[in-house]
C-alpha cells in the first residue's frame, strides 16, 4: 500500500497519526525481511520502531535554532524574513511536542531515545556522516 492509499484508507481524521505510524512499521518490516538497509529520515521514526520492538540506531542531528533558521531560510525559494522562519520553526517543534505528548503520553523528542546525538551546528555534511558511522 502506498502512502497515499494509506491516507486515504484512514476512516477518521483523530486516528490518522496512527494509521501512518503503522503504515511505516510495515514497510520497515518488509524492508527488513528483504535484507535491506534503509534509513528513516523522520521526526518520530525512532520512537515508534523502537516501541514495536524494531532494531534500530537512532541518531538525532539537532543543531541552534539560529543556524537552522539560516538554513531554512537558504533553501526556501520563496524567501522570507528571518524572525518569520524561526517563529515558524519553533512553532512547529512545539506544536509537534504537543501532539506527540498526547498521542503517545511520552515526551518522544526526548534525548534519551536516541542511540547518538549529533549537534550539526559547526560541522561538515561528511563530519555528520563520520558522526554516524562511528
Known amino acids: 500500500m502506498s502512502i497515499e492509499e494509506c491516507v486515504r484508507s ?3 481524521p483523530e486516528l490518522f497519526d496512527y494509521v501512518i505510524d503503522n503504515w511505516i512499521v510495515e514497510k520497515v518490516k518488509d524492508l527488513i525481511s528483504e535484507n535491506k538497509n ?3 529520515d523522520s521526526r518520530i521514526d525512532h520512537f515508534i520502531l523502537k516501541k514495536n520492538n524494531i532494531k534500530i540506531t537512532a541518531v538525532l542531528l539537532k543543531a541552534d535554532i539560529d543556524v537552522l533558521t539560516s538554513r531554512y531560510k537558504q533553501d526556501r525559494k520563496e ?3 528571518y524572525q518569520e522562519i524561526k517563529d515558524l ?3 512547529r517543534q512545539r ?3 504537543k501532539r506527540y505528548a498526547i498521542l503517545y503520553e511520552k515526551d518522544i523528542f ?3 531515545h536516541f542511540d ?3 549537534d550539526t551546528s559547526k560541522i ?3 563530519d555528520i556522516v563520520r558522526g554516524i558511522n562511528s
Do not use: L, Q, T, Y
Request: proline share 8%; aromatic share 0%; net charge negative.
Open 38 to 40: 534503509i534509513v528513516c
Open 116 to 118: 547518538k546525538i549529533i
Open 89 to 91: 520553526i519553533e512553532n
Open 124 to 126: 561538515s555534511p561528511e
Open 110 to 112: 526526548s534525548e534519551k
Open 79 to 81: 524567501g522570507g524574513e
Open 10 to 12: 484512514c476512516p477518521d
Open 95 to 97: 506544536s509537534d511536542e
